[in-house]
């Protein structure tokens, strides 16, 4: 069996499985959310099959709250007795497994954030009714840069900053500076507009995964569903001096956009 993207994938069979879930294939997506488990899919048809080495109460929770689907308890010899049934009803298929993460891989674009790759991922932002402090702002570069070589250095001692080349500037820091710009909330480095809220709601670390992200870089997801990269290193630590010569440097260097990945 290929993946979704045509290439091939090493085949594995679920000889000591003991369970299944049959759910439409329309529904692959509801997934995403179960990147980390070890779980096998396999299609027939349009159907999706759903199954795993181990079974506990956490992933029966997530398993529960997956869009329909059949459950089954499976047999040493493959046979498969639906949920609340005593006989056997059919035999789990047999075919080239994947995992979730070769079933969806996940794909990316670039963005104009010089260097910061742009990528697409299995989820949405939804609006939230939960607060919680802004602590990001993505604000222009000149408005930016106006306020802070001004502004009294235990201010500037919140903050720390990056900018491009699309005249854009991106403070981090609690409480951020009365400027105006988009606010964002930033949790072990994965930040979503202040209001919204990740759905299926994907933890940091998992969101961390699905990006490859290197310890320390820092992403900015968008409600349009792209995220921008920001390499760690990108960051300093705000002062009049680093903003005066961060805006040179910006300006005289003319950063590009990345490449297409």
Known sequence: MT?????????????????????????AEALAGLRLLDLRLLVENDQLWVTGPQFDDALQRALLALPGGDRYTVLPDRQLVPEG????????PSGAWLT???FLPVGWETRLWPGHINRRASWQLVRTNHYSEP?????DRATWCEYAVTAPQVRLDR?????????????RGAP?????????VESEGVAVPAGWERSPPLAPAIVREVL????????LQHVDGTCDVV?????VAASRSAIRASSVLTSADGLREAPHV
Do not use: Y
């Not at 993946?3 to 529904?27: F, Y």
């Not at 049934?85 to 789990?92: F, Q």
């Not at 951020?176 to 964002?184: E, H, K, T």
């Not at 992200?213 to 992403?219: I, K, N, P």
């Open 176 to 184: 951020l500076p009365p400027l105006p710009g988009v606010q964002f």
């Open 231 to 235: 390499p760690a290193g990108d960051f």
């Open 135 to 139: 602590n990001v702002l993505l604000v």
């Open 212 to 219: 490859s992200l290197s310890a320390g870089d820092f992403v």
């Open 3 to 27: 993946r979704k993207d045509g290439s091939v994938t090493a085949t594995w069979q679920p000889t000591r499985v003991t369970w299944a879930l049959r759910m439409a294939l329309s529904d």
């Open 100 to 102: 979730i993460r070769e």
């Open 85 to 92: 049934c005593l006989v056997p009803s059919g035999v789990l």
């Open 159 to 171: 903050w720390h900053f990056a900018m491009n080349a699309a005249s854009d500037a991106l403070v």
